[in-house]
Nanobody, 126 residues
Framework: QVQLVESGGGLVQAGDSLRLSCAASGGSFSTYTTGWFRQAPGKEREFVAAISWSGESTDYAESVKGRFTISRDNAKNTVNLHMNSLKPEDTAVYYC???????????????????WGQGTQVTVSS
């Protein structure tokens, strides 16, 4: 069993930066692909970014590419999402998720992930 806890959300202004953190316990977190997803009110949960277990591979949604950076520290069982140049459309609940069985090719699929955190709210005002 893997437990994921997100932190770092908050209310910021457009153009500001935030760093979200995902702390993991249980399981073998350092061997899992980890993703960040977000869900805005009335919308489906969508892929934001993913990082392979080694950190060598990363992937980003087009809407955040160049502004967000995902990183991980396997010694600390944490994955971070650095968000720069935030826009009002980035407002959502952000979730960390672990992909324990699926392959890297499925990294953008919500259904591929086995464990989810409770989410952290990010609100960007204009």
């Amino acid at each position: 069993q893997v437990q994921l806890v997100e932190s770092g959300g908050g209310l910021v202004q457009a153009g500001d930066s935030l760093r979200l953190s995902c702390a993991a316990s249980g399981g073998s977190f350092s061997t899992y692909t980890t993703g960040w997803f977000r869900q805005a009110p009335g919308k489906e949960r969508e892929f934001v970014a993913a990082i392979s277990w080694s950190g060598e591979s990363t992937d980003y949604a087009e809407s955040v590419k160049g502004r967000f950076t995902i990183s991980r520290d396997n010694a600390k069982n944490t994955v971070n999402l650095h968000m720069n140049s935030l826009k009002p459309e980035d407002t959502a609940v952000y979730y960390c998720a672990a992909l324990t069985i699926g392959r890297w090719v499925t990294r953008r699929l919500v259904r591929a992930y086995d464990y989810w955190g409770q989410g952290t709210q990010v609100t960007v005002s204009s």
